[in-house]
């Protein structure tokens, strides 16, 4: 994880709250979305390490690193935000779900790179480090510890 997006310094009873949060709103917009809260759960630790105030080089924000343009198409007023945050970021990934018939490879690709960039390499996934990075690191979150 690049150092700007590294979590402030907390006392642990502060970071077993902020976690519990976290994970009670990924268990809540798991259900909403349908998604399995696992792969929700994942996506937040790869993009932010459950960082709300990570900020990429690129200018994602947030636990599911939004784009400033994905944040407002789906209302968010707040990016760092936890809760505005895993709705928009949630009902996003749902949304390319669909889109790429619940291939989650497809779907985390477009996340990652946009669906732009699947269309460009003909509805795979496209040869970016980047991205087949981001996808292996979300998959091996979702296994079990």
């Keep these: 994880m690049p150092p700007e997006q590294q979590p402030p310094t907390l006392p642990p009873q502060l970071l077993l709250e902020r976690q519990s949060l976290i994970d009670e709103l990924i268990g809540k917009y798991a259900i909403q979305s349908?998604?399995?809260?696992?792969?929700?759960?994942?996506?937040?630790?790869?993009?932010?390490?459950?960082?709300?105030?990570?900020?990429?080089?690129?200018?994602?924000m947030g636990l599911m690193q939004l784009m400033p343009g994905t944040a407002?198409?789906?209302?968010?007023?707040?990016?760092?935000?936890?809760?505005?945050?895993?709705?928009?970021?949630?009902?996003?990934?749902?949304?390319?779900?669909?889109?790429?018939?619940?291939?989650?490879?497809?779907?985390?690709a477009a996340y990652n790179a946009g669906p732009t960039a699947i269309e460009q390499y003909g509805g795979q996934v496209p040869p970016f480090p980047e991205t087949t990075d981001f996808i292996r690191r979300v998959r091996a979150a979702q296994q079990p510890a």
């Excluded at 937040?44 to 900020?55: D, I, K, L, R, T």
């Excluded at 970021?89 to 669909?98: F, I, V």
């Design 34 to 60: 349908n998604l399995p809260p696992e792969a929700l759960r994942a996506v937040v630790e790869v993009e932010s390490g459950f960082n709300p105030q990570a900020v990429s080089p690129k200018g994602a």
């Design 72 to 108: 407002e198409q789906y209302g968010v007023t707040d990016p760092f935000d936890p809760e505005q945050n895993i709705r928009a970021g949630s009902a996003y990934l749902r949304s390319l779900y669909d889109r790429y018939e619940d291939n989650q490879d497809l779907a985390l």
